[in-house]
């Protein structure tokens, strides 16, 4: 097996929505295909992938660093003991020549093209990719769906309290029973007030209701919002402060009974370890959120999953960020909690296969090989379009 060439690109994913950090309306993402000279139905077999939401495209250091490494490689160099494409080994070669530390931007690429070599991988072994990675890396029994949860309740230019209100009655019209909304965008009185009218949705079950603050609050917001939201026993309270700030959420901890999920903005192994040395996590209860597409690729996302099981974590407390095939996928082979959703954001690259199912906060996967993008049909137009 030989890769013959490599092509990248950008697509927007903007929007008008915000969080109480930033907006979406300049933000887009990289995707790549990776051509290899394997043969199937008179065509090359094409591996793809792209970044998740929340970050932008890395081109430049897909087109200066990561493209040509991996071009330069000797092809055995890619595979393993049995002639196979082993895109742990290719992750090595993308890494090359990097320092440790600035885990970034620099993850962001390398993530991309990992997906894409996994896609490949799987593909070429004509297996979907849940079924691929559950062979080589779980216990062969994967998961046949999986959970997922539908985030949104964004700030947006003349949103009200029912627009509010209707969003989160077609989440669960769409078959979720669990829906996340933003706060940290507005005061207390008024993010209060929101949460209030979501829980009328929901019938006053805080417990299907996850709030998600991105990162906005310092210590004393942290503590004041949680004793107040406390109450509700909300599904959890979500990156209250500085993704390093591992102080602030270890405090937290101990002031909040409730549930806490973090971990989406942390994109290296040595990064998720210091959240689970300092951070103050309990394992009986939180969620951690590492996205692999973020995060250096599924190849450092195995690295987290050992490094949390040697800590005493069960691969079912890890619901990754990013709501796309890509963690779907690894989220049924991992047998990990879940994945999250973002129903009619993020498009092209966001969401799941067209025609897939939810059903009571689950969806099954498709049997495409690989990841199954060309169950997506309007993202596969974007991405046959990269190398046709």
Request: net charge negative; glycine share 12%; with cysteine.
């Amino acid at each position: 097996m030989k890769i013959i060439s490599v092509h990248e690109g950008i697509v927007p994913i903007s929007s008008s929505i915000r969080n109480a950090w930033i907006d979406f309306s300049k933000m887009d993402c990289s995707i790549v295909a990776i051509v290899s000279d394997v043969m199937r139905d008179g065509e090359p077999i094409v591996g793809y992938g792209f970044n998740s939401n929340g970050r932008y495209s890395a081109g430049e250091i897909l087109r200066r660093r990561a493209i040509p490494r991996l071009l330069d490689a000797d092809p055995e160099a890619l595979l393993d003991e049995a002639g196979d494409l082993d895109p742990t080994r290719a992750w090595d070669i993308m890494m090359k020549n990097e320092k440790p530390g600035g885990h970034g931007e620099r993850s962001v690429a390398v993530g991309v093209m990992d997906m894409a070599l996994f896609d490949l991988a799987a593909k070429i072994a004509d297996k979907p990719l849940y079924r691929y990675l559950s062979d080589k890396y779980g216990d062969g029994r994967p998961d046949d769906s999986v959970f997922v949860y539908a985030a949104g309740g964004y700030y947006a230019p003349g949103k009200t309290l029912k627009d509010l209100q209707d969003e989160m009655r077609g989440f669960l019209d769409m078959g979720y029973n669990v829906v996340k909304m933003k706060i940290g965008g507005a005061d207390l009185k008024e993010d209060l007030q929101r949460i209030d009218a979501v829980l009328e949705v929901l019938d006053g079950d805080g417990s299907r209701l996850a709030v998600d603050v991105n990162g906005r609050f310092d210590l004393a917001t942290a503590l004041e919002y949680g004793k107040a939201i406390e109450p509700y026993n909300l599904f959890w309270y979500e990156e209250v402060g500085d993704p390093l700030d591992y102080r602030l959420n270890a405090v937290l901890s101990e002031n909040y009974s409730g549930r806490i999920a973090t971990g989406e903005n942390l994109f290296s192994l040595q990064d998720a370890r210091n959240l689970i040395r300092y951070g103050g996590m309990r394992p009986d209860r939180d969620i951690i959120q590492v996205d692999p597409a973020l995060s250096y690729g599924l190849t450092e996302y195995l690295r987290v999953q050992e490094m949390l099981k040697d800590h005493g974590w069960s691969s079912r407390q890890c619901i990754p960020h990013g709501g796309h095939q890509f963690s779907l996928h690894i989220a049924a082979a991992l047998k990990l909690g879940g994945n999250e959703s973002y129903p009619g954001e993020f498009q092209p690259t966001g969401g799941f296969a067209d025609g897939a199912v939810v059903e009571n906060s689950r969806v099954g996967l498709t049997e495409i090989p690989g990841i199954g993008f060309e169950g997506k049909a309007a993202f596969y137009k974007v991405l046959r379009a990269l190398h046709h």
